[in-house]
């Protein structure tokens, strides 16, 4: 069976020109996380502290839930669902899309003058595949230098990455406006041990990131198979820190930020009948982007609704409907 035609992603980006834009999959980041009470109350604080670090920074936040391509796994089939705008639901599909060339999300970004770039904290083996994406530079773990202590599957923390990722691509001018795609690593399963969130955003480059107290407390907690919840709780929890604390660090700036969900977490977490939907958060202080998302329906703050408003291929188009006049 022939692949779909691939949607048309021509637009002039008039409503996010200049500001720098961030696509940040979140690592089974899933409706589960919203609709279990356990969870709900667990991250009610740490919801709360996001929230206001958006609004103390003059940022808004709009959200929905859309329908992922994949659960509990395989995060590269949400990845480029999103970016080719192209249902795929397995790595035979996958497979044959990389093998075309076809414009992409990040195209229709390099397109209009900016600098595209993947951060690929999880990269550790050569990825031929990412040229089909169009980015300008693919940063692999081994690009980033990572010189702190070992957290999770990969080692590094996302906290350190978006800290790195904001040294080598937002900090330097002057400079195009960016676009920039980043999957997360802290949030992935078993959880556990989950990192400290470090304040000073300077220190979390170094090889010292932390207090040894803080260290040591961190590395106590080991994962439980039978009950991953309260892990999962706090792997989300640290990552709202990281990403409100990013934000007040970067107050001045003019971002549109796209926070979203790659998966439901595995069914040990999720629970028996769970749904695909994923949240999708976009913070930023233009109004316009903000207005024009409420049209299509998403609504104000972080609590996300049913049914959705996408499913994840077709969520590309709305996405630059939003951000652009598109033909």
């Known amino acids: 069976m022939p692949l779909p035609a691939p949607p048309d992603v021509q637009t002039d980006l008039a409503h996010v020109q200049g500001a720098d834009v961030f696509v940040l999959f979140i690592e089974s980041y899933g409706a589960t996380s919203w609709e279990r009470s356990e969870f709900e109350a667990a991250l009610a604080p740490s919801r709360a502290r996001l929230t206001a670090d958006i609004a103390a920074t003059g940022r808004g936040v709009v959200t929905a839930f859309v329908d992922s391509t994949t659960f509990g796994g395989e995060s590269w089939l949400a990845h480029i669902s999103l970016l080719s705008g192209t249902e795929v639901r397995d790595p035979d599909i996958n497979m044959r899309l990389m093998a075309e060339r076809r414009d992409t999300m ?16 999880g990269l550790l083996a050569a990825w031929p595949e990412g040229a089909f994406y169009g980015f300008d530079r693919i940063y692999a773990a081994a690009d980033l230098r990572y010189q702190g202590p070992p957290f999770g599957w990969w080692d590094v923390t996302d906290q350190f990455v978006i800290a790195r990722m904001d040294e080598i691509v937002i900090a330097p001018q002057p400079r195009a406006p960016a676009f920039v795609f980043m999957p997360t690593i802290s949030t992935h399963a078993p959880f556990t041990p989950v990192p400290p969130y470090q304040p000073e955003w300077r220190r979390i480059l170094s090889a010292t990131p932390y207090d040894e107290d803080h260290l040591m407390q961190a ?19 640290y990552l709202h820190d990281t990403l409100g604390g990013y934000l007040r660090m970067r107050a001045d700036r003019d971002f549109v930020m796209v926070i979203l ?3 439901q977490p595995p069914a040990l977490v999720s629970g028996e009948g769970a749904s695909w939907a994923v949240p999708v958060h976009v913070v930023t202080g233009r109004s316009d982007v903000l207005a024009r998302l409420r049209q299509r329906g998403f609504r104000d703050g972080l609590v996300p609704a049913h049914p959705s408003v996408a499913r994840m291929d077709t969520l590309m188009r709305l996405l630059l409907d939003a951000f652009g006049n598109t033909r």
């Open 219 to 237: 590395y106590q907690a080991t994962p439980d198979w039978t009950n991953l919840g309260p892990g999962y709780a706090r792997s989300l929890a």
């Open 261 to 263: 969900g790659d998966h």
């Open 106 to 121: 990040v195209t229709a970004f390099s397109r209009r003058g900016y600098q595209t770039a993947a951060v690929m904290p």
